[in-house]
């Protein structure tokens, strides 16, 4: 991957196909369900018609032979299902809090996050300086809601991740703040 660089191929914005080995998710990806079962029609799509969009990758060193995914970790994980060897992608150069908020807006835009998925990812866009006025504008939510949302952070970490599978609403989450 090296000869990327040499070869001028590394432009913003040009598309390369990369081997799926080169490739590793991002620790800190909102998303936690790469499930067999919730990849199976991804992986049926993308075994019957190819991949459509590109992935946006990071660079893990200048050798260019590792690479980290900022969008498109569910088309990785399914393009993987379904056998493929190479992912069509663009390199992008971002800083640890871009790569959070791109990830975060990203998920959100494309389908839903469940509410402690949201809650994780505002907390880490916190903790990585943004304030909650910030994550508002950059989200499109309310700054109520992602204060809520954060707060529900305070909560026991094993109960929010044990109900955050039955999908719950913000409002039972409030409800189970309140809860002794």
Same mark, same amino acid.
């Given at each position: 991957?090296?000869?990327?660089?040499?070869?001028?191929?590394?432009?913003? *914005?040009?598309?390369?196909?990369? %081997?799926?080995? %080169?490739?590793? @998710? &991002?620790?800190?990806? @909102?998303?936690?369900?790469?499930?067999?079962?919730?990849?199976?029609?991804?992986?049926?799509?993308?075994?019957?018609?190819?991949?459509? #969009? &590109?992935?946006?990758?990071? @660079?893990?060193?200048? &050798?260019?032979?590792?690479?980290?995914?900022?969008?498109?970790?569910?088309?990785?994980?399914?393009? +993987?299902?379904?056998?493929?060897?190479?992912? @069509?992608?663009?390199?992008?150069?971002?800083?640890?809090? $871009?790569?959070?908020?791109?990830?975060?807006?990203? &998920? =959100? #835009?494309?389908?839903?996050?469940?509410?402690?998925?949201?809650?994780?990812?505002?907390?880490?866009?916190?903790?990585?300086?943004?304030?909650?006025? $910030?994550?508002?504008?950059?989200? *499109?939510? %309310?700054?109520?809601?992602?204060?809520?949302?954060?707060?529900? =952070?305070?909560?026991?970490?094993?109960?929010? +991740?044990?109900?955050?599978?039955?999908?719950?609403?913000?409002?039972?989450?409030? +409800?189970?703040?309140?809860? $002794?």
């Amino acid at each position: 991957m090296y000869l990327l660089r040499k070869k001028g191929l590394y432009e913003s *914005g040009r598309v390369l196909f990369l %081997s799926v080995t %080169s490739i590793v @998710p &991002n620790p800190d990806q @909102p998303r936690r369900d790469f499930s067999e079962n919730a990849l199976k029609e991804l992986a049926d799509s993308i075994r019957a018609n190819g991949i459509f #969009q &590109n992935l946006t990758v990071i @660079p893990v060193d200048d &050798n260019f032979e590792q690479f980290t995914v900022v969008i498109g970790h569910r088309r990785l994980a399914a393009a +993987k299902l379904a056998g493929l060897t190479e992912v @069509p992608c663009v390199i992008a150069q971002m800083t640890v809090k $871009e790569q959070m908020q791109t990830m975060l807006l990203e &998920n =959100m #835009q494309r389908a839903e996050l469940t509410v402690y998925e949201q809650a994780q990812g505002f907390q880490m866009m916190l903790d990585l300086g943004d304030s909650v006025e $910030e994550i508002a504008e950059k989200s *499109g939510f %309310s700054q109520a809601t992602v204060r809520r949302r954060v707060k529900m =952070m305070e909560l026991d970490q094993d109960v929010l +991740k044990e109900v955050s599978a039955r999908q719950l609403s913000l409002s039972d989450f409030d +409800k189970l703040a309140q809860i $002794e």
